[in-house]
């Protein structure tokens, strides 16, 4: 009997690994396949020995910054239903930090000083000047913050897409389990099981929509196809607690305006998650000068079903509560 439970093991270790390696294999085959596609759009600049991508459009005298939530591997056109909106009257700036959309992966440890660094001079040397309005979405909010901390001068305001605030980081640290998942989802990654699941690589909810052309389309599935959940993605994530423990042991940043968007849906708008979001913004908000919380009905992906929206509550908060006051 042991013979043959130890034959069956054997066996089905053998049909995984088979497994794993030809689909290890194909992943070769596809990235090799969909490189012909990727064309950098937008300017590469040199920072830090690596190459760092800012898609820029648009006229204005200041910039809106976009800066993508975690896993939001093509930037640029994920994102374009929204910022598309801004540059029809503003100059717009798509930072693809390292490890996203055009960039490279740096492989460094994440960490919010690096992070800034990085941002501040890829928009400068790609012909960024502040002053800037930033526009972070999820985990980028702990870097907006930081950034509206240390250098004020160089931030309007910032209209932060339901983002995750440092003090949540905080409170919320990962446990074992959250952090050898995103260990193993790396993992998984690097051997191309992420083929067998294009709902977790791309959003959907992009192709479904028609901001982007059918090539566009291919694009950024090609692009998040090859950056997905790679080694700066787990860093980033890896070290959001520490950086957002930076961020709170410096004072918050009062002075600079903040429109906080509180995306909520529908089905869970009365949990307790949802409840406590809302009032740790509502808190946040209680500590800025000037700051608004602007509740809009969505999922976290909030800029693909209310860029109008948000685009209309942006674009009079700066004109109303920020104007051309001096900074």
Same mark, same amino acid.
């Given at each position: 009997?042991?013979?043959?439970?130890? &034959?069956?093991?054997?066996?089905?270790?053998?049909?995984?690994?088979? =497994?794993? !390696?030809?689909?290890?294999? *194909?992943?070769?085959? %596809?990235?090799?396949?969909?490189?012909?596609?990727?064309?950098?759009?937008?300017?590469?600049?040199?920072?830090?020995?690596?190459?760092?991508?800012?898609?820029?459009? +648009?006229? =204005?005298?200041?910039?809106?910054?976009?800066?993508? +939530?975690?896993? !939001?591997?093509?930037?640029?056109? #994920?994102?374009?239903?929204?910022? $598309?909106?801004?540059?029809?009257?503003? &100059?717009?700036?798509?930072?693809?930090?390292? +490890?996203? =959309?055009? $960039?490279?992966?740096?492989?460094?440890?994440?960490?919010?000083?690096?992070?800034?660094?990085?941002?501040?001079?890829?928009?400068? &040397?790609?012909?960024?000047?502040?002053?800037?309005?930033?526009?972070?979405?999820?985990?980028?909010?702990?870097?907006?913050?930081?950034?509206?901390?240390? /250098?004020?001068?160089?931030?309007?305001?910032?209209?932060?897409?339901?983002?995750?605030?440092?003090?949540?980081?905080?409170?919320?640290?990962? +446990?074992?389990?959250?952090?050898?998942?995103?260990?193993?989802?790396?993992?998984?990654?690097?051997?191309?099981?992420?083929?067998?699941?294009?709902?977790?690589? *791309?959003?959907?909810?992009?192709?479904?929509?028609?901001?982007?052309?059918?090539?566009?389309?291919?694009?950024?599935?090609?692009?998040?196809?090859?950056?997905?959940?790679?080694?700066?993605?787990?860093? #980033?994530?890896?070290?959001?607690?520490?950086? $957002?423990?930076?961020?709170?042991?410096?004072?918050?940043?009062?002075?600079?305006?903040?429109?906080?968007?509180?995306?909520?849906?529908?089905?869970?708008?009365?949990?307790?998650?949802?409840? *406590?979001?809302?009032?740790?913004?509502?808190?946040?908000? #209680? %500590?800025? @000068?000037?700051?608004?919380?602007?509740?809009?009905?969505?999922?976290?992906?909030? *800029?693909? /079903?209310?860029?109008?929206?948000?685009? @209309?509550?942006?674009?009079?908060?700066?004109?109303? &509560?920020?104007?051309?006051?001096?900074?």
């Amino acid at each position: 009997m042991r013979k043959i439970v130890k &034959k069956i093991a054997i066996y089905f270790i053998a049909v995984i690994l088979i =497994g794993l !390696v030809a689909i290890f294999s *194909y992943d070769r085959y %596809q990235l090799s396949k969909e490189s012909k596609l990727l064309d950098t759009n937008g300017t590469l600049v040199e920072v830090d020995h690596q190459k760092i991508n800012v898609y820029t459009e +648009g006229d =204005g005298q200041e910039t809106y910054v976009f800066m993508a +939530g975690s896993g !939001v591997a093509a930037p640029i056109y #994920e994102m374009k239903g929204l910022y $598309s909106k801004f540059s029809q009257g503003h &100059k717009i700036a798509v930072i693809e930090r390292a +490890g996203y =959309g055009y $960039s490279d992966v740096s492989k460094d440890e994440r960490d919010i000083d690096t992070l800034l660094a990085q941002t501040r001079e890829a928009l400068q &040397k790609s012909g960024n000047k502040p002053p800037y309005i930033l526009v972070p979405h999820s985990i980028s909010g702990v870097e907006a913050i930081y950034w509206a901390q240390k /250098y004020p001068e160089e931030i309007k305001g910032i209209i932060a897409l339901d983002i995750g605030l440092p003090s949540q980081y905080v409170e919320h640290k990962m +446990g074992v389990i959250d952090l050898w998942t995103v260990k193993g989802m790396n993992l998984l990654t690097k051997l191309g099981v992420h083929r067998l699941t294009p709902s977790q690589v *791309y959003n959907p909810e992009v192709m479904k929509q028609s901001f982007l052309s059918a090539e566009e389309k291919e694009i950024y599935k090609a692009l998040s196809y090859k950056q997905v959940f790679n080694d700066d993605m787990k860093n #980033e994530l890896l070290h959001v607690y520490e950086n $957002s423990l930076k961020s709170e042991a410096l004072p918050k940043p009062k002075d600079t305006p903040i429109l906080i968007i509180d995306a909520i849906t529908e089905q869970n708008k009365d949990s307790n998650f949802t409840k *406590y979001h809302s009032q740790k913004y509502a808190e946040f908000a #209680e %500590q800025i @000068n000037i700051a608004e919380v602007k509740e809009l009905s969505g999922t976290h992906s909030i *800029y693909l /079903y209310k860029p109008d929206e948000i685009y @209309n509550l942006a674009i009079a908060f700066m004109k109303t &509560k920020v104007g051309s006051k001096e900074r």
